[in-house]
């Protein structure tokens, strides 16, 4: 089968197969230089696919296959690729958004109820989805996205969350201490949005934008969520998370108001 064609190199879909052949070498044990000996190939090319610099053919998805044992899941991620190239571009309402925000260089998230799944504990996110499969489904997305090169991610969060119990007083401090590690890293920007009015703010929402300063967001609903790439949705939403972070409290203030309310209500 010939090399997929259609789309440019260094695109998202190419990243996120990338990120697959990376996350079950990982999980093999092997470093790029072992899987390069044992496919025949330089460890640069191994690079280059996992960074998403180059196309690669079947035959060399399948030999990666048998390499790492992966029971063909790398060519069930080639055969994925392949049909998403097939297209032009993102059909305005259907994004896989989760893909999108594997390969994003930036991420930007306004929260209204609960922390962001990107920021949760494994005991906050077991006392929200109840089903340990889900977690650990979670808990893996996390590893994936917050993996380096990691995207810079930008959150609000409304001061309600910070008080909102799930789970015990023990799942609400190791939660809250977490949010405060995460706040200190590279990168990582958590601001407070304290109880007041943003007009345009009326749901939670995500927006993931890509190297190429494309864009595609998830918007949260009443019964499920929504994903747009829509040239209209996003000008909206940005223009929103800008003024969300113009009323929020700057990042060390909210570092400041989430220490207060560990020790106040969740010690």
């Not at 943003?198 to 609903?221: K, L, M, W």
């Not at 909206?236 to 209500?265: G, H, M, P, W, Y």
């Amino acid at each position: 089968m010939a090399e997929p064609r259609g789309k440019g190199k260094d695109s998202p879909e190419l990243r996120t197969f990338g990120a697959e052949v990376r996350r079950l070498r990982e999980a093999a044990g092997l470093n790029q230089t072992a899987l390069a000996a044992l496919v025949h190939v330089s460890r640069a090319y191994v690079s280059h696919v996992e960074r998403g610099k180059t196309r690669c053919r079947f035959d060399f998805a399948n030999r990666l296959d048998g390499a790492l044992r992966a029971n063909g899941e790398i060519i069930q991620a080639w055969n994925e690729l392949l049909e998403t190239i097939k297209s032009t571009k993102y059909a305005t309402y259907f994004v896989n958004f989760p893909k999108v925000e594997l390969t994003a260089g930036l991420i930007r998230v306004y929260e209204t109820h609960i922390v962001n799944g990107l920021f949760q504990t494994e005991a906050y996110a077991g006392a929200i989805l109840k089903n340990p499969d889900d977690t650990a489904s979670r808990m893996g997305r996390q590893k994936q996205v917050m993996c380096s090169p990691m995207p810079k991610i930008f959150v609000v969060l409304e001061e309600s969350v910070l008080l909102r119990q799930v789970g015990t007083v023990e799942v609400m401090r190791e939660q809250l201490d977490y949010l405060l590690d995460l706040s200190r890293r590279d990168g990582i920007r958590v601001q407070i949005l304290p109880p007041v009015y943003v007009e345009e703010a009326r749901a939670a929402f995500a927006i993931a934008t890509q190297s190429d300063r494309s864009e595609a967001a998830y918007i949260v609903n009443a019964t499920e969520g929504v994903t747009s790439a829509s040239a209209e949705d996003l000008a909206s939403l940005n223009e929103t998370f800008a003024s969300l972070q113009a009323e929020a409290l700057n990042v060390r203030d909210s570092r400041a108001l989430i220490r207060k309310v560990i020790e106040e209500r969740w010690t």
